[in-house]
């Protein structure tokens, strides 16, 4: 058996969002990740790779360690993960080394490459519970156990009632006779009820109390623009970085063959000669700019 091997770099794919990334995870995986960060532990990366290729590494896909802090167990993960990646002829580099300290831009890469990994090679041909295939250990870091019921299903009965004593119907006295006139009271005047004034500024008050929850919910909006505005500034400099890093991988091969090419036993060659002519050819309108400037920009600069 053997995978569908991805090459992506930032700048032939979109990545994802880190929201995005969360929420596939967690959906797929029903775990509880809250930060890319925490993907640093490497046992979602070997849960995947077991839901792909289910029995691919045998029992050893076992000895993922799936609620871990620690990092030596976060590279007894990754080493898993390698496992899987050797038997299945996947050509893509684990840089455990930075992975496991749980920096960023690191895992954000590898993350969106695995992404791309994962819908070239999941076909979806069975059901596959995630929280049993870990035995029900929690995934993430959000602090809650998936999947768990949280206690024995068994519901407690109410709670009993305090039984309503009976009142007995008050028996009807007979009216008894009296010879007493029937004093004649003055009716009782009930005092005066005084409400308190409404002031004043009351509507100003509530006008007031809209008017700030208006401002409330345009302040949230502003927030969370500014918040999609970090996130893209953010991506933004990892594909620069990429770029950079790429660019400077391809400059030291020109610079390798260029050396080659320079040695005294291959200046004769016509071959050589010719690979020199490429690298050495300029474009229409292009100028070679002279020593003296370079040095007086760099002066500049200073």
């Known amino acids: 058996m053997a995978a569908i091997n991805v090459y992506h770099t930032s700048v ?18 029903d775990a509880n990740f809250v930060k ?16 792909m290729f289910p029995g691919s590494i045998g029992t050893r896909s076992k ?3 799936w609620n871990t802090k620690l990092e030596h167990e976060y590279i007894n993960n990754f080493k898993v993960l390698q496992e899987y ?12 080394e930075k992975l496991v300290k749980g920096k960023f831009q690191d895992n954000f890469e590898f993350v969106q490459w695995f992404k ?22 929690p995934l993430g870091s959000g602090g809650k156990a998936t999947g768990a019921s949280g ?22 006295q007979k009216p008894v006779a009296t010879t007493k ?33 208006i401002h409330n919910n345009e302040t949230i909006r502003l927030q969370h623009e500014i918040d999609n505005l970090h996130e893209i500034i953010q991506q933004h400099a990892i594909q620069v970085a990429s770029l950079e890093k790429e660019r400077d991988f391809y400059y030291q091969k020109l610079r390798d063959v260029e050396t080659i090419c320079q040695e005294p036993e291959h200046e004769s060659v016509p071959s050589v ?30």
């Open 63 to 65: 000895r993922v360690k």
């Open 12 to 29: 032939t794919t979109e990545n994802l969002s880190r929201n995005d990334i969360l929420q596939w995870i967690n959906s797929a995986l």
């Open 85 to 96: 990646f050797k038997a299945l002829s996947v050509e893509k580099i684990v840089p455990v």
């Open 181 to 213: 006139p029937v004093q004649q009271h003055p009716p009782k005047v009930s005092p005066a009820i005084h409400r308190p004034a409404v002031p004043s500024n009351h509507s100003t008050t509530i006008s007031d109390h809209h008017n700030q929850g």
């Open 151 to 172: 206690g024995s299903g068994i519901r407690a009965p109410p709670a009993a009632r305090a039984p309503v004593a009976k009142v007995a119907a008050p028996v009807p």
């Open 116 to 137: 791309k990994f994962f819908d070239a090679n999941y076909t979806d041909a069975s059901d596959y519970d995630p929280v049993a295939a870990r035995d029900g250990q």
């Open 273 to 302: 000669q010719k690979v020199l002519e490429i690298l050495y050819a300029t474009e229409e309108g292009f100028e070679i700019p002279d020593e003296n400037d370079q040095q007086h920009n760099s002066e500049q600069d200073f």
């Open 36 to 51: 890319i960060e925490d993907l640093c532990s490497g046992a979602a990366y070997c849960q995947f790779m077991e839901m």
